[in-house]
């Protein structure tokens, strides 16, 4: 059993429902039905179930709920509850009722917030600030969250590295260019995520063009701090750095570039220095290595809201769900 195959069946152990809010998108409506057929989440999609049903007659929608905001008898009462949510950054009952009515994403987070569903997919055919803005005002930050961030878990076939090839790359989708403070709380959320959706230890490295002092730049300085931080802030989790890539994850290299790592060239969750580093590097192993890449999966949320690549196939969008659903059961 591969391992997405594996996030399957522990989502199906205990079902969670699903909210899926681009209608609009043929990839979105194949993977619902996929996802509610293989059993792995119960799912609503929001949009106008006549044109849904009469322009997709070919795919089975019998056990999927769709949610049309402008039929739907509840809309009423969640546009009161948004402008009561958000009164004190000025909604109001005629902006609350167009975003409900207009902009799925909102719905779909009202739906959550209420209590209806229990995490959101979008993003195949939206930015990720249209997917994150209207989680970030509705659901909010989880407690105690430094700030929210984003990951890709990377499945790289035939790969010895990492977690028999599964790594967390982080930031990979959100955080532009973090400061010291910022990558430890990332190294964090990332460990945490990594043991939560693959249930192996995480080995963390912060990851720079230097190891061990081998550069001097501020660019290095940057992650040694956060190297510093993160191990005086989270020492239950086992990270290290500076190292450059194959310091990190080849044993061999590890021995002669950074002798004294706590890694030894096993990291599985790997910490880019800013988010050019990590959405180039993402990319890079899921083309030239025909890696699959789920994400940007967030971290940080009160609730499970995960963003899409465009460029994700209906595959890749049911791989996201199901790590959607067992996020959701851990909250």
Not at 60 to 80: A, G, M, N, Y
Not at 121 to 133: E, M, P, Q
């Given at each position: 059993m591969n391992f997405i195959e594996s996030l399957k069946e522990r989502a199906k152990k205990d079902l969670k429902t699903i909210v899926l809010p681009e209608s609009m998108d043929i990839r979105v409506l194949e993977a619902a039905c996929s996802a509610q057929r293989e059993g792995i989440a119960n799912i609503i999609l929001i949009g106008n179930e006549k044109d849904i049903l009469e322009n997709h007659s070919d795919?089975?929608?019998?056990?999927?709920?769709?949610?049309?905001?402008?039929?739907?008898?509840?809309?009423?009462?969640?546009?009161?509850?948004?402008?009561?949510?958000?009164?004190?950054?000025?909604m109001t009952y005629e902006i609350a009722k167009e975003l409900l009515l207009t902009d799925y994403m909102y719905y779909a987070c009202m739906l959550v917030k209420d209590g209806k569903a229990d995490g959101?997919?979008?993003?195949?055919?939206?930015?990720?600030?249209?997917?994150?803005?209207?989680?970030?005002q509705i659901i909010k930050t989880e407690p105690n969250t430094m700030l929210v961030s984003a990951f890709f878990l990377m499945v790289v076939p035939n790969c010895?590295?990492?977690?028999?090839?599964?790594?967390?790359?982080?930031?990979?989708?959100?955080?532009?260019n973090p400061n010291s403070e910022e990558l430890a709380a990332i190294a964090e959320s990332s460990a945490k995520s990594f043991e939560l959706l693959v249930g192996k230890k995480a080995k963390v490295a912060l990851l720079s063009h230097s190891s061990m002092g081998s550069a001097k730049h501020d660019d290095v300085t940057k992650v040694v701090e956060a190297v510093k931080i993160a191990n005086e802030k989270y020492p239950e989790f086992t990270i290290d750095g500076e190292l450059q890539l194959d310091a990190a994850i080849?044993?061999?290299?590890?021995?002669?570039?950074?002798?004294?790592?706590?890694?030894?060239?096993?990291a599985n969750v790997l910490i880019f220095p800013d988010l050019d580093a990590g959405n180039?590097?993402?990319?890079?192993?899921?083309?030239?290595?025909?890696?699959?890449?789920?994400?940007?999966?967030?971290?940080?949320?009160?609730?499970?809201?995960?963003?899409?690549?465009?460029?994700?196939?209906?595959?890749?969008?049911?791989?996201?769900?199901?790590?959607?659903?067992?996020?959701?059961?851990?909250?």
């Open positions: 795919l089975d929608f019998s056990k999927i709920q769709i949610i049309d905001p402008v039929k739907e008898e509840d809309t009423e009462d969640l546009i009161q509850k948004l402008v009561e949510l958000r009164k004190n950054k000025g959101v997919v979008s993003g195949a055919c939206h930015s990720s600030a249209n997917t994150l803005r209207p989680a970030l010895d590295y990492g977690e028999n090839g599964v790594f967390v790359f982080a930031d990979s989708g959100l955080v532009q080849v044993p061999s290299i590890a021995k002669s570039k950074a002798p004294n790592s706590k890694i030894k060239g096993k180039i590097g993402y990319k890079l192993v899921e083309r030239l290595a025909k890696a699959e890449a789920y994400g940007p999966i967030t971290q940080g949320i009160a609730a499970p809201v995960n963003d899409l690549s465009r460029g994700c196939c209906s595959e890749d969008i049911v791989g996201v769900i199901a790590i959607t659903a067992v996020q959701a059961q851990e909250k």
